[in-house]
């Protein structure tokens, strides 16, 4: 059963091979076939927040009965199965104050119900993952030798842009300086991120399904060279970046199973897997502590792995694979995404449900400072630039309230210096038109911070940008209409304008326009200087672009 998991189809491969303790007393029945159906659903559209075993992150626990007893010994009971079939119905249907959002231009009647009863139920718990497995999956497609010694292509590299085509499973390489489509590649379904080799030469994609894919840049065309599977459920891959080690290794991070594995930069050949089942800061085991991001640090040979459930913090050395060191470091609950300081010293990181962003020293090994934030903190990176009055801050938007967070962040540079007693403070908090924002980007070369808002449910937010000017944050931003500036037909579900990317130069800005999963979308460039509309990249192909990684600024991190 495990090797059908390897297969193409990992997802309905997934929902055969789950384990059968599923009936719950008291659930309302399901055929075989609606069973399988909930379980492809669940995984596709509600694991990433809600946990495999359904006990709750950035969304809410989904057990069909829970017990929680709070500190002052506060016994509370829940769970999907009091909750019923019609509630549950409306709950998906239309969303939540809480964030949840709504899925009924995404999903049918149908399948709303049958959501409504599959998570009463007893959660499918999928099958362990072994290097066993991983290395049953590897694929070496072009071994190393026969691989081209030098550039075939005239592409400028640098500035090409992995783009992910989310429901097709597919990536897009855009050339950054023509903007045409050099090559449309399948990937693993839904791509998460795409990270480049620290040579710039490979791309490494990580799907939702747990499949990684390493692109060869060099080759006329792009051409995928290895690939391997992590388990049935990912969301990070990060390179070797520290200097003797580029090119050399590949991290990955599972949700399913809660592992991090570390891989062979040159051919995906797995390596070493690491369990991140245990104890969370609180000191209670659980069974699914899930690898958030990664990154690695640019001053040691090292990986920062955020462990979601746990709260802690994996800042792990890779100089030594078998004799691996890891140094763990308590910060808050449900940790997710986050992005470098400046300085590129101090690593922020979201732990979105607890509403607080966690800073890294990476150069001390400790947690630097823990700040409270409003509610669910969501930086994708972040943003870095330096506020007219408060010195170096690193910005974050939120899903769940309507600001932007600016935290002062530390510097050795004496020009600084003045900012200091503002440090790990919150300066200033821009106001947003509502919550829902996922992104926020700058450019040491621009002069505006860009936010999106495409979970906010209104059409009018959530398919524009607002650019806020960094000299003079005071004045209200400015709303620039990404689906309207795509020219493309309104369509009935809403088209997100969702993630920025600067190219190379720091002079234009990407941004997606993520439509319905059947629907022409597009990426909408604009010039950064003057905000004026540059270019729309679009065509059949192009279905459901979320995420864009420019090769230099993925590589350097910049942001
Ligand atoms: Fe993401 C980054 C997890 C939903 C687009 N997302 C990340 C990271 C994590 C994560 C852990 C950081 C990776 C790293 O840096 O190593 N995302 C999750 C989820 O668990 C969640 C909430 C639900 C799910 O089922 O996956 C989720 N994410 C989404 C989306 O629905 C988005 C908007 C569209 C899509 O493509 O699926 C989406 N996530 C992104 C993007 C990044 C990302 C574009 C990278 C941002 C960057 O600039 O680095």
């Known amino acids: 059963m495990k090797k059908a998991l390897l297969g193409v189809f990992a997802v309905s491969a997934l929902t055969v091979a789950m384990s059968s303790a599923f009936a719950q007393e008291g659930a309302p029945a399901m055929t075989a076939a609606e069973k399988e159906q909930g379980s492809k659903i669940y995984f596709e559209r509600c694991a990433g927040c809600h946990g495999v075993l359904r006990k709750g992150a950035t969304g809410k626990n989904l057990e069909p009965a829970w017990k929680k007893t709070d500190k002052e010994g506060k016994v509370t009971e829940g769970g999907t199965l009091k909750l019923g079939t019609a509630r549950l119905e409306k709950i998906i249907a239309y969303g939540t104050d809480g964030g949840m959002v709504n899925y009924d231009d995404i999903l049918t009647k149908e399948e709303i119900n049958v959501m409504a009863r599959y998570i009463q139920n007893t959660p499918d718990v999928p099958p362990e993952f072994s290097l066993k497995d991983m290395k049953d999956s590897w694929k070496l497609v072009v071994p190393v030798k026969d691989r081209p010694t030098k550039q075939m292509n005239k592409i400028n590299l640098a500035n090409v842009f992995a783009t992910t085509l989310r429901d097709t499973g597919e990536l897009a390489l855009i050339d950054g300086d023509t903007k045409e489509i050099w090559s449309i590649l399948k990937t693993g379904y839904a791509v998460h991120i795409s990270r480049m080799s620290a040579s710039g030469r490979y791309v490494y994609t990580v799907g939702r399904d747990g499949l990684v894919t390493m692109i060869d840049l060099w080759y006329e065309k792009p051409t995928t060279v290895a690939s391997i599977r992590l388990g049935s459920d990912a969301r990070s891959v990060e390179v070797s970046k520290f200097k003797g080690y580029e090119d050399k290794y590949l991290v990955g991070g599972g949700y399913w199973p809660p592992q991090y594995s570390i891989m062979d930069g040159g051919t995906l050949e797995p390596l070493k897997i690491v369990s991140t089942r245990g104890a969370t800061v609180d000191g209670e085991y659980h069974p699914e502590p899930r690898v958030a991001s990664i990154v690695a640090s640019h001053i040691k040979p090292e990986w920062v792995v955020n462990v979601k459930e746990t709260g802690m913090i994996k800042l792990v050395d890779y100089s030594d694979i078998a004799n691996l060191k890891e140094i763990t470091i308590n910060s808050a609950k449900f940790l997710h ?16 449900a607890s509403n607080k962003v966690a800073a890294v020293d990476t150069k001390t090994g400790k947690l630097a400072a823990l700040v409270d934030t409003k509610k669910i903190p969501h930086p994708g990176r972040g943003a870095n630039f330096i506020h007219p009055k408060f010195g170096p801050v690193w910005a974050t938007g939120h899903l769940g309230d309507a600001v932007i967070t600016l935290i002062s962040t530390p510097t050795d540079d004496k020009k600084y210096a003045k900012y200091k007693e503002y440090n790990w403070k919150v300066v200033e908090e821009l106001k947003t038109n509502g919550a829902g924002n996922l992104f926020v980007k700058t450019h040491p070369k621009s002069t505006h ?41 309104v369509t009935k579900a809403l088209r997100r304008a969702v993630h920025q990317e600067f190219n190379k130069d720091g002079t234009e800005v990407w941004i997606s326009l993520w439509g319905g999963k059947t629907d022409q979308s597009a990426i909408v460039v604009y010039d950064d200087k003057t905000l004026k509309l540059k270019k729309v990249i679009t065509d059949p192909k192009m279905i459901t672009p979320t995420g864009k990684f420019n090769v230099y600024n993925t590589m350097h991190d910049v942001f």
């Not at 995404?337 to 979105?352: C, E, L, P, Q």
């Not at 449910?457 to 607002?466: G, H, L, Q, S, T």
């Not at 209409?481 to 493309?488: E, F, I, N, T």
């Open 449 to 489: 911070l860009w936010a999106d808002m495409p979970m906010n449910p209104e059409r009018d937010n959530a398919e524009v940008n607002y650019v806020y000017d960094i000299k003079d944050l005071s004045k209200p931003p400015v709303k620039i209409d990404v689906a309207k500036d795509s020219g493309l037909p």
């Open 337 to 352: 995404d986050g992005g470098w300081d400046y300085t590129k010293r101090y690593f922020m990181v979201a732990a979105n």
